[in-house]
């Protein structure tokens, strides 16, 4: 009977303990705020979506630290190792003529859970000091695996040529119209963009001089007027127009247009 009861107390105490721990962690309508910043973020600064993508990235990798440590209880100082495997398989499938971004972060994710679960056949078998330092060591080894791997990782001098694609492609050009649409909102733009943008997309892919634009495009044969309508162009159709993806810079020519 002294048993029974003791057995009751434990699990009564057990339910108790999971009542509490589900009420402290319901989901309150603020915690949708920031979520709610990120978009209107998207639209209101879309020169600043590299830098808002990695603040994302950030707060996931910080989320994953709270994952660990707060609900499995598991002490690590290796959880970046998780976090280094996603993006280098993003990255060299991105290198390689991959850059579709969904199929990307799951397959990062794949990556990174397969790592997780073959070290955590051993790192999970000790407990305390030794396995906070065993994570060290898996991190410390898929460290270097990466840096001596260099081939495929680019080793100390990082991962080179990658190109993400946009997500469910991003722009649609009507080259007979010479409208140019985001989705399905159409990208106003001048006569002079509009003949640019006609000029290189009618060469897609290959290096067209400042010569051929000038005189092609209603731009009354000014060289330097194509620089000008370029940067204008690119404020337009860019994600960071300092880092052109789609209307890029070839050095002693002049420009080409590379479409996803």
């Known amino acids: 009977m002294a048993t029974e009861g003791l057995v009751r107390t434990g699990v009564s105490a057990s339910r108790e303990a999971v009542g509490a721990f589900a009420r402290r962690h319901r989901h309150h309508p603020l915690e949708a705020l920031p979520w709610a910043a990120a978009i209107a973020a998207y639209a209101v600064f879309p020169s600043y979506l590299p830098l808002g993508s990695q603040i994302l990235a950030t707060i996931l990798f910080a989320l994953s630290a709270d994952l660990v440590l707060g609900y499995a209880g598991i002490v690590t100082l290796g959880h970046a190792a998780f976090f280094g495997t996603g993006a280098y398989t993003a990255g060299i499938l991105a290198a390689n003529g991959w850059g579709e971004p969904i199929t990307g972060l799951?397959?990062?994710?794949?990556?990174?859970?397969?790592?997780g679960f073959l070290s955590g056949l051993v790192v999970l078998r000790t407990t305390g000091l030794a396995l906070l330092m065993q994570t060290l060591v898996v991190a410390t080894l898929i460290y270097e695996a990466a840096n001596k791997a260099s081939r495929f990782t680019g080793g100390d001098d990082g991962l080179q040529g990658m190109d993400v694609w946009p997500i469910f492609g991003a722009f649609r050009f009507d080259l007979a119209r010479g409208e140019l649409f985001r989705g399905g909102d159409i990208v106003h733009l001048t006569s002079a963009e509009?003949?640019?943008?006609?000029?290189l997309a009618a060469q897609a892919g290959a290096a067209v001089s400042r010569e051929d634009l000038a005189q092609s495009a209603p731009l009354r044969g000014n060289i330097r007027n194509v620089d000008v309508q370029m940067t204008r162009?690119?404020?337009?159709?860019?994600?960071?127009?300092?880092?052109?993806?789609?209307?890029?810079?070839?050095?002693?020519?002049?420009?080409?247009l590379k479409p996803e």
Not at 194 to 199: C, D, H, R, V, Y
Request: no cysteine; net charge positive.
């Open 194 to 199: 509009a003949g640019l943008l006609s000029s």
């Open 106 to 115: 799951l397959a990062a994710a794949l990556v990174a859970a397969l790592v």
């Open 233 to 256: 162009l690119r404020r337009k159709i860019e994600p960071d127009p300092h880092y052109p993806r789609y209307l890029q810079t070839v050095r002693g020519t002049g420009y080409a």
